[in-house]
């Protein structure tokens, strides 16, 4: 762990790659249940155990006062006509934001609160996102050929929730329509309400 100001390029080399700490891999098969169409899922998963994201991160004491920072590389491609994405989550501290800042490539992140508000934003280069507190969120990559590659940076201290989004999903979902993007409703959602 670097204890020195430090300072590189992220320009996306795989040569800077090697700056990080960590090196995550989410395939298909981590993301069981995620995706709304479970056929499309086993027949790809019978093929290929794809992968779908990765991380790279700087280490850092997971504490107040530290942020926690890296890459995100959500690659090109479906299951069923839904688009790769990440498995999205709240923060543990709920009261915690994110900042996020596109390198590459085209998306969206798709957001929601506790109480079920929810927020579909564009992700393009040079696009700066502020996750607000509270705001859970999961990067979406809408690209047909190239990757998402968004810099990231968090409280130390925030943790990572997956639980609720495991459960039940998003409330929105991304998925191609006509050959474009489109946001439609998350038939597994539940509100806050119908959860009680
Ligand atoms: C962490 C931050 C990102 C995500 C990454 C992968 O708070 O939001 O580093 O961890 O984009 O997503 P996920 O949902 O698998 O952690
Ligand atoms: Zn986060």
């Given at each position: 762990m670097k204890t020195v100001p430090f300072t590189f390029d992220?320009?996306?080399?795989?040569?800077?790659?090697?700056?990080?700490?960590n090196h995550i891999e989410r395939r298909?098969?981590?993301?069981?249940?995620?995706?709304?169409?479970a056929g499309a899922f086993q027949a790809l998963l019978a093929q290929d155990d794809a992968l779908l994201y990765e991380v790279y991160e700087i280490k850092r004491?997971?504490?107040?006062?530290e942020l926690l920072n890296g890459l995100s590389i959500v690659h090109p491609g479906k299951v069923g006509d839904e688009y790769y994405m990440t498995k999205g989550h709240f923060h543990t501290v709920l009261e915690t934001a994110e900042v996020y800042y596109c390198l590459k490539g085209e998306g969206v992140m798709v957001m929601e609160t506790p109480e079920g508000e929810w927020s579909v934003e564009p992700l393009r280069p040079n696009a700066v996102l502020y996750v607000p507190p509270r705001w859970a969120h999961r990067s979406v990559n809408t690209?047909?050929?190239e990757d998402l590659v968004t810099f990231f940076v968090y409280p130390g201290n925030a943790g990572h929730d997956y639980g609720t989004i495991e459960t039940q999903g998003f409330r929105k979902l991304v998925v191609e329509r006509e050959g474009a993007p489109a946001i439609v409703d998350n038939p597994r959602w539940m509100s806050p309400e119908q959860r009680a």
């Open positions: 992220v320009s996306i080399a795989d040569a800077i790659l090697s700056e990080y700490d298909l098969s981590a993301m069981k249940g995620q995706f709304l169409d004491p997971e504490i107040a006062g690209s047909p050929f």
